[in-house]
């Protein structure tokens, strides 16, 4: 810390441009750190020779603990995002910005990078269109989430997927996102309906 201090200010003496210090750590009179930035210019005597130092110091310290806290908050969040079984993506301005291993591997994709970028509506299945743009709609206008409802979305190869998604409102880089969480029903809605011919074979014969 004291080095990196010293070439600092040595930079600022040898070539008299002015110089930002960032993440540097004080030792207070009652013992505590605090970590500051400071700005920092050469003074010049009348003959243009450098006389000394000035400079601003802020106290950073809060700022710095807010990073780290954001910074540790996102990590779990991504943690828990890998770990989940469920696709998760984020919908900004009618695009994919963002999708999970999981998500891609649903849409039939080796990598989340495979969908990036790409309209929203290149996954659904066009009969969800009306469905998936009403609900759409209603988050980005209501500000609130809304709940679980099956969908059809379209794997890569072109084939029809079943699936059940949730959408909460999200900021993805300032600007209104949401973010969805979707699962595959397929098995479910073929078990239902395996059940429900069962049931009419079993009425029939009954």
């Known amino acids: 810390n004291a080095q990196k201090l010293f070439q600092g200010f040595h930079s600022v003496y040898l070539t008299g441009s002015p110089a930002s210090f960032l993440d540097w750590e004080i030792l207070r009179k009652d013992g505590t750190r605090r970590?500051?930035?400071?700005?920092?210019?050469?003074?010049?005597?009348?003959?243009?020779?450098p006389e000394g130092f000035r400079g601003v110091v802020r106290d950073v310290t809060e700022r710095k603990r807010a990073d780290q806290a954001l910074r540790e908050s996102e990590e779990r969040y991504r943690r828990l995002i890998e770990l989940s079984p469920d696709a998760i993506a984020i919908l900004s301005e009618g695009r994919l910005v963002f999708c999970s291993q999981a998500g891609a591997r649903l849409l039939g994709y080796d990598r989340p990078e495979d969908v990036l970028g790409r309209p929203?509506?290149?996954?659904?299945?066009?009969?969800?269109?009306?469905?998936?743009?009403?609900?759409?709609?209603?988050?980005?206008?209501?500000?609130?989430?809304?709940?679980?409802?099956?969908?059809?979305?379209?794997?890569?190869?072109?084939?029809?997927?079943?699936?059940?998604?949730?959408?909460?409102?999200?900021?993805?880089q300032d600007k209104p996102?949401?973010?969805?969480?979707?699962?595959?029903?397929?098995?479910?809605?073929?078990?239902?309906?395996?059940?429900?011919?069962?049931?009419?074979?079993?009425?029939?014969t009954g």
């Open 35 to 49: 970590i500051v930035e400071a700005s920092v210019v050469l003074i010049r005597n009348p003959a243009g020779e």
């Open 120 to 172: 929203t509506f290149d996954f659904v299945h066009p009969s969800s269109w009306p469905l998936v743009a009403e609900r759409m709609q209603g988050i980005l206008a209501s500000g609130r989430g809304l709940p679980f409802a099956e969908e059809r979305f379209l794997r890569r190869d072109g084939t029809p997927l079943e699936v059940e998604v949730g959408a909460v409102p999200f900021t993805y």
């Open 177 to 204: 996102a949401i973010q969805i969480i979707a699962r595959d029903i397929g098995e479910r809605k073929r078990a239902e309906k395996l059940q429900s011919a069962l049931y009419r074979i079993a009425e029939t």
